[in-house]
Structures are given as structure tokens and as C-alpha cells.
């Protein structure tokens, strides 16, 4: 676990691949590929030329193991996420530096339509998941009408022919 600093100048410790790895569930593999994929930088490197990681790189690594774990995104539209995470973060510092109307103007229109193509990512994620579900129903409502035939003595009707096909 990484070391909260006792003083606020103090430095925080930094984090090999391996304890990386081991607080955050993945693989130094896939930390590695990440960083060739564009999702994480290390924040440092040692001597040895060891990458060394801060807390700031767990809590993103925790981030994107819960968009592509939890809700299925792929790394394509995780570094977008973060991408539009971070120009949102950049924008914010350069709408409170400024007072000029017209640059805030342009900054506010580019975070609504970084805000506009993360819904529009959501609500796909969230029509294919209703999609989803709704055919496991479907299949869920005709496996219990096989058990109520069955039940009710109307197996016949789901019986195998010849070609393994039931009959109707």
C-alpha cells in the first residue's frame, strides 16, 4: 500500500510494477500494455529504469479496471473517457485564469460537447445491456413454459424427433 505522506511536503512513495499490480487486481502485463494503449504514464522512473508509480496512477488503474470490468467499455472508449477527463480538467484551469467572455464561451461549448459524447457512449452501453437483458428473459420465459409442459404432463409437445428438433 502506498505510504500517506505525515507532512504535506513530504514525498509519496512510489510504486513498483509489481506492488502496483498487486494493489490494483491486474497483471504488470496489462499495466504495461495500458501504457502502450495511451492510458497511463508512469509517473517516474528508477535508476534502473524500474517504472515507478504514485497514488494518482492506482486510482486511474482502479478507474479503468472498473470501466472495462464493471460496465464493459473497451479501451478505445476509456481513452476517450480520460482524455475527455482530462480536457475537462485543463479547460476548468483555463475558464478560472480567464475573464475574457469569449473564451469562456468556447471553453464551456467544447466541455458540453465532451459531456454530450460521454452520455451518447453511456447510452449505448446502456441499450445493449436492455438488449441483453431482454433476450435472457425471452429465454427465461420459454425455458419455464417447458417446465410448466412438463409439469402439466404436456412434455409430448417438446419431445426430440428424429432430427433432434422437437416436434410442434
Known amino acids: 500500500m502506498t505510504d500517506v505522506p505525515a507532512h504535506p511536503a513530504a514525498p509519496a512513495r512510489l510504486l513498483r510494477i509489481q506492488e502496483v499490480a498487486a494493489e490494483t487486481g491486474l497483471t504488470p502485463r496489462a499495466i504495461r500494455y495500458y501504457e502502450e494503449f495511451g492510458l497511463l ?94 433476450e435472457a428473459e425471452d429465454r427465461r420465459a420459454h425455458l419455464a413454459g417447458h417446465l410448466d409442459d412438463i409439469d402439466a404432463g404436456r412434455e409430448a409437445a417438446h419431445a426430440p424427433t428424429r432430427t433432434g428438433r422437437p416436434a410442434r
Open 41 to 134: 504514464a508512469p509517473a517516474a522512473r528508477s535508476e534502473g529504469d524500474y517504472r515507478l508509480y504514485d497514488v494518482e496512477d492506482l486510482e486511474r488503474l482502479r478507474f479503468i479496471r472498473g470501466l472495462r470490468d464493471d460496465a464493459g467499455f473497451s479501451l478505445a472508449e476509456i481513452g476517450q473517457l480520460l482524455e475527455d477527463e482530462q480536457a475537462r480538467d485543463r479547460n476548468r484551469a483555463r475558464f478560472q485564469a480567464t475573464t475574457d467572455a469569449s473564451e469562456r464561451r468556447a471553453l464551456v461549448v467544447d466541455a458540453l460537447k465532451r459531456v454530450d459524447r460521454q452520455v451518447a457512449s453511456l447510452r449505448r452501453k446502456k441499450d445493449r445491456l436492455e438488449a441483453m437483458l431482454a
